[in-house]
Nanobody, 126 residues
Framework: QVQLVESGGGLVQAGGSLRLSCAAS????????MGWSRQAPGKEREFVAA????????QYAESVKGRFTISRDNAKNTVYLQMNSLKPEDTAVYYC???????????????????WGQGTQVTVSS
């Protein structure tokens, strides 16, 4: 298991940008599928984006495609979420997540069954 700590959340106007970072501890970071989910008030947590161990494969929720970009730096044990053209509906607590399952397994299940970070608040004002 890896331990995850998010940073980079905050308040931004609609149309603005933010970059979230997730620092991971643990020697097996580079073997984990990493990603982000979010939870808005009164709603269930939802998948946002994921990236495989090498960074060659990514997946996004339809609601963020073309606006968000996930990336990772295995040398720094860090995964990023660049969020552009933010909308008020993007307001949520964003959680970093990890799984040691294969990319194929995660692609089929969208199930984060490993570690979670504590979350970082993103608020987009209209």
């Amino acid at each position: 298991q890896v331990q995850l700590v998010e940073s980079g959340g905050g308040l931004v106007q609609a149309g603005g940008s933010l970059r979230l970072s997730c620092a991971a501890s643990g020697r097996t970071f580079s073997r984990h599928v990493m990603g982000w989910s979010r939870q808005a008030p009164g709603k269930e947590r939802e998948f946002v984006a994921a990236i495989n161990w090498s960074g060659d494969y990514t997946q996004y929720a339809e609601s963020v495609k073309g606006r968000f970009t996930i990336s990772r730096d295995n040398a720094k044990n860090t995964v990023y979420l660049q969020m552009n053209s933010l909308k008020p509906e993007d307001t949520a607590v964003y959680y970093c997540a990890a799984t040691a399952r294969s990319w194929m397994y995660f692609s089929l299940t969208k199930r984060w069954d490993g570690s979670w970070g504590q979350g970082t608040q993103v608020t987009v004002s209209s």
